[in-house]
């Protein structure tokens, strides 16, 4: 790899970094499956959720990271510093302090999307997820520290540059209509955002809101591609029989959402 750029910033705690930007040949990297191989098996929709960090195709969810403490600890902080007066150098020691535990919080979200970006692109041979509008899906109180920490699109930058690292392929697809519309027959229905079950008035479809979307970006991933949804699957039987809950902290300790 050739350096092509070299940059050096400060933080906000003061501290200085050196970033390099490197030129490879991506003739390294490993090629991709071939796009006829693709099936429910070895593909995966992904639902970035409410309730949820993410809901899969194939019935796993995957808990928030919780960083309850880490905001009381980082309100607290603030606090202080607004008693500090502007300018002084107490001032100056408790800002450095806000801005470390900003940077905590940053740094802990970054290692969780590495972690489950990295298991998706070793596990599977592609990896289809919705372009999301977040703006529009986060609503309600209670997810002013899941807008912050969703960054959405830095889980997605990291699906997609890890996608060519590790030969995956890596697939946005519309994400419009993913919950209204039915993933055994396609009718839409409108739920309100506390409705969590999906039940379809035409062909009497049922499965979570989440599992739902999920089923219906796995299709579209196909569509994507140049495949159909594949005869020998229907919906029905390509939906788990039961859900598996990951949860954050088997995440971070093992950087696996396996079994």
């Keep these: 790899a050739d350096i092509k750029e070299v940059t050096i910033?400060?933080?906000?705690?003061g501290e200085w970094f050196v970033s390099f930007g490197l030129e490879t040949?991506?003739?390294?990297?490993?090629?991709?499956?071939?796009?006829?191989?693709?099936?429910?098996?070895?593909?995966?929709?992904i639902d970035l959720g409410i309730l949820n960090y993410i809901h899969t195709s194939n019935g796993k969810?995957?808990?928030?990271?919780?960083?309850?403490?880490?905001?009381?600890?980082?309100?607290?902080?603030?606090?202080?510093?607004?008693?500090?007066?502007h300018g002084s150098n107490n001032y100056e020691k408790q800002?450095?302090?806000?801005?470390?535990?900003?940077?905590?919080?940053?740094?802990?979200?970054?290692?969780?999307?590495?972690?489950?970006?990295?298991?998706?692109?070793?596990?599977?041979?592609?990896?289809?997820v919705?372009?999301?509008?977040?703006?529009?899906?986060?609503?309600?109180?209670?997810?002013?520290?899941?807008?912050?920490?969703?960054?959405?699109?830095?889980?997605?930058?990291?699906?997609e540059y890890k996608g060519d690292l590790y030969g995956t392929h890596v697939v946005?697809?519309?994400?419009?209509?993913?919950?209204?519309?039915?993933?055994s027959c396609g009718v839409e229905t409108v739920k309100p955002i506390w409705v969590r079950e999906h039940s379809c008035p035409s062909c009497g479809f049922e499965c979570d809101r989440d599992a739902n979307a999920s089923l219906n970006v796995l299709q579209r991933g196909f569509s994507e591609v140049g495949l159909g949804w594949p005869e020998s699957t229907p919906v029905e039987t390509a939906l788990p029989t039961d859900t598996h809950s990951v949860s954050a902290k088997r995440v971070v300790e093992t950087g696996s959402l396996g079994a």
């Design 95 to 128: 800002r450095v302090e806000v801005a470390k535990v900003k940077r905590s919080i940053r740094r802990k979200v970054l290692d969780y999307q590495h972690k489950i970006t990295t298991w998706l692109v070793k596990e599977y041979d592609a990896v289809f």
């Design 130 to 159: 919705e372009d999301l509008h977040v703006q529009s899906m986060l609503q309600g109180e209670g997810n002013a520290h899941n807008k912050q920490n969703a960054a959405w699109r830095q889980f997605i930058t990291l699906l």
């Design 61 to 85: 969810t995957v808990d928030w990271l919780d960083l309850e403490d880490d905001y009381e600890r980082l309100s607290r902080e603030q606090r202080k510093l607004s008693r500090k007066e």
């Design 172 to 183: 946005q697809v519309e994400a419009r209509g993913t919950t209204k519309e039915c993933a």
């Design 9 to 13: 910033k400060k933080e906000t705690t």
């Design 25 to 45: 040949d991506d003739t390294d990297l490993p090629e991709k499956p071939d796009v006829d191989s693709l099936n429910t098996s070895n593909s995966i929709g």
